[in-house]
Each structure stands twice: as structure tokens, then as C-alpha cells.
Nanobody, 121 residues
Framework: QVQLVESGGGLVQAGGSLRLSCAASGPILRLNVMGWYRQARGKQRELVATLNSGGITNYADSVKGRFTIFRDNAKNTVYLDMNKLRPEGPAFYYC???????????????WGQGTLVTVSS
């Protein structure tokens, strides 16, 4: 019942920046953990960054110092600021949330549909 919708993807030149957004909606009681994952063609989905309700972040080594994840709890939205982007082929960035809802008090895993990011040289 919880839905995640990503936005902000696109084409950007190497060294540039993008901000991705993910808005959660539905019968949400609590968003415990929110994060971003990416998947390039022919590769497995991998963690980019996560942020829990206590403010603890976790970043992939490849993005530390360049990417920042943060939340706006009033809007049930998580963001990913991507800076100093490196030239890479297209990859889909997926929003993820571990959330409880009025349907189930347990923590359940939800995924968005993804937004495409391409960094050109």
C-alpha cells in the first residue's frame, strides 16, 4: 500500500550535479530506513546510500564525499544530492524504504520504479 515515486534523473556532464527525490505516500506509520540503490546494465543492484530514522547514514565507498542523502520527514521524502559526477553509462537509481503502515505494524520493504541517470564525458 505504500508507494515510492522517484524523480530528478536525467543526463548530466561529468563533474556536474543532480538531485534525486523520492516521495513516499500511502498509509504510512513510520519510515524506518530510506535509501538509494542503483543498477547499471548487466550488473546487480547495489547500495548507494541509506539513512535511518536516527540520522545514521551509510554510503558506498565509491560515493563518499560526493553524495549526500537526507530526509524531509514532514513530506515523507528522501533526497540524494550527487556531486562531482563521474562519466558512466546509464544506470537506474531506485528508492527504497523500510516502513510500517496501518496495514501491518511490521517493517516492510518497498521499492520505487526507478529514475534514469546518465553521466556523459
Amino acid at each position: 500500500q505504500v508507494q515510492l515515486v522517484e524523480s530528478g534523473g536525467g543526463l548530466v556532464q561529468a563533474g556536474g550535479s543532480l538531485r534525486l527525490s523520492c516521495a513516499a505516500s500511502g498509509p504510512i506509520l513510520r519510515l524506518n530506513v530510506m535509501g538509494w540503490y542503483r543498477q547499471a546494465r548487466g550488473k546487480q543492484r547495489e547500495l548507494v546510500a541509506t539513512l535511518n530514522s536516527g540520522g545514521i547514514t551509510n554510503y558506498a565507498d565509491s560515493v563518499k564525499g560526493r553524495f549526500t542523502i537526507f530526509r524531509d520527514n514532514a513530506k515523507n521524502t528522501v533526497y540524494l544530492d550527487m556531486n562531482k559526477l563521474r562519466p558512466e553509462g546509464p544506470a537506474f537509481y531506485y528508492c527504497n524504504a523500510m516502513a510500517s503502515s496501518t496495514y501491518c505494524f511490521c517493517g516492510m520493504d518497498y521499492w520505487g520504479q526507478g529514475t534514469l541517470v546518465t553521466v556523459s564525458s
